[in-house]
């Protein structure tokens, strides 16, 4: 049985440990598989095997944390925390399930994991990218009608409402992700004995392209558009808001206090839903929020698309269906990418979220650590307390 060009174009760079060399010898009647098994190029498995590792470990323990983080501080459970939590939830799914059978695939120049594992792997992939991005959508819509809309947020953004919002999103991944079990296929290869590519079918090119696209728009370019409009309304309506209140500000007589200064500018009687605030540092920490999930949305971006675009076009003949030297390590950095994306929203919560650092380090370190933080906000605020008893003016000064 001699290998036909289209099972041979199938190969597609996927078995990041095999060589061009290695594809030339299959058709031979020479080839020993047993023997091919156990050749392998370390200049090419080195850093995809390290980049796994390293997103499997941070991924885990990252992800973990935020669970842990929100489910453990009552605090913490806002609705924005528990789109974060099932975001998080997602992300574990593809570093549990999916890496540890990547990582294994490194090793092979076949598929050896059977049919199941085959559809199932790339099947949960997809509906894990599918969850977190109708995750990230939601999140946008929810911080669109909390700042833009603060009336009708209050019986739309319940927690109740988040928590049917994540079930029908789970349960939309899972039908959204269906196309993927028929445009994935296990096919045999070779000349006996007979192996097993696990591969796109590109035997059946509408599907392969319909499938390309459909994950291109329902990843890529329908939940951008829908982040992009909100993220833009509330940048704009934050950056209208904090503007009208510089110019109250610099209105204001020198003698007013800074009590008195807040009071006026958070005053309800002036209509701007974010000015509703009740303090200057709840304005602050919905501004690093808003930072926050635009970093969170532009890191998914940034990692995807990449993967989409290119799946795309080569399903368009863009790029050769197999693609060897150049083409088979940028579409091999591209794949890291998607993965690393799983590791990478803990590492944004704890750089730009206090709450969140204050929850790690809780988790962290338990007990210990949260009464030697008590302790420590016991003497800042007697500290506080004296200075203000030395300096009674001190507060009209500000």
Excluded at 234 to 243: G, N, P
Excluded at 312 to 337: C, D, N, W
């Amino acid at each position: 049985m001699s290998m036909t060009p289209s099972t041979e174009e199938v190969l597609n760079g996927s078995e990041s440990g095999a060589s061009q060399e290695a594809l030339n010898v299959t058709a031979s009647p020479d080839y020993d598989a047993e023997q091919s098994v156990k050749i392998f190029f370390w200049g090419e498995l080195a850093t995809a095997l390290v980049v796994y590792s390293l997103t499997f470990v941070v991924g885990i323990i990252g992800n973990v944390l935020i669970l842990v983080a929100i489910a453990g501080n009552r605090r913490m459970k806002s609705v924005t925390n528990t789109f974060l939590a099932s975001l998080a939830t997602a992300d574990l799914t593809l570093i549990c399930l999916c890496i540890p059978v990547k990582i294994a695939k490194l090793f092979s120049f076949t598929w050896t994991l059977g049919a199941f594992l085959c559809l199932g792997v790339h099947y949960v992939q997809t509906v894990t990218a599918i969850c977190s991005v109708l995750t990230l959508t939601a999140i946008s819509l929810e911080r669109y009608y909390v700042i833009l809309h603060p009336m009708k947020a209050q019986y739309i953004c319940t927690k109740s409402q988040a928590h049917r919002t994540i079930l029908a999103i789970w349960l939309l991944a899972f039908v959204l992700a269906c196309p993927m079990l028929v445009a994935q296929v296990h096919i045999p290869v070779g000349i006996p004995p007979v192996a097993f590519w696990c591969v796109r079918n590109v035997d059946l090119p509408a599907l392969w392209r319909f499938n390309e696209l459909y994950l291109l728009v329902v990843l890529l370019l329908a939940p951008t558009a829908v982040m992009g409009t909100a993220y833009t309304c509330i940048i704009v309506e934050v950056w209208r808001v904090m503007k009208n209140r510089l110019q109250l500000t610099h209105q204001m007589p020198a003698s007013k206090s800074f009590g008195e200064d807040r009071a006026l500018v958070l005053d309800d009687t002036v209509k701007e839903p974010v000015q509703r605030c009740r303090s200057v540092e709840d304005q602050a920490t919905l501004q690093q929020l808003i930072r926050m999930m635009v970093a969170v949305v532009v890191f998914f971006l940034v990692c995807w698309s990449p993967l989409l675009v290119f799946n795309a076009l080569q399903s368009f003949g863009t790029f050769p269906v197999f693609v060897p030297g150049t083409y088979k390590h940028i579409r091999t950095s591209f794949e890291l990418m998607a993965y690393a994306n799983s590791c990478i929203n803990p590492l944004v919560y704890g750089f730009m979220s206090r709450s969140f650092r204050d929850s790690f380090q809780r988790a962290l370190c338990g007990q210990k650590y949260l009464l030697g933080m008590r302790r420590d906000a016991s003497k800042s605020s007697n500290m506080t307390q004296l200075a203000s008893l030395r300096q009674p003016n001190a507060a009209a000064m500000a």
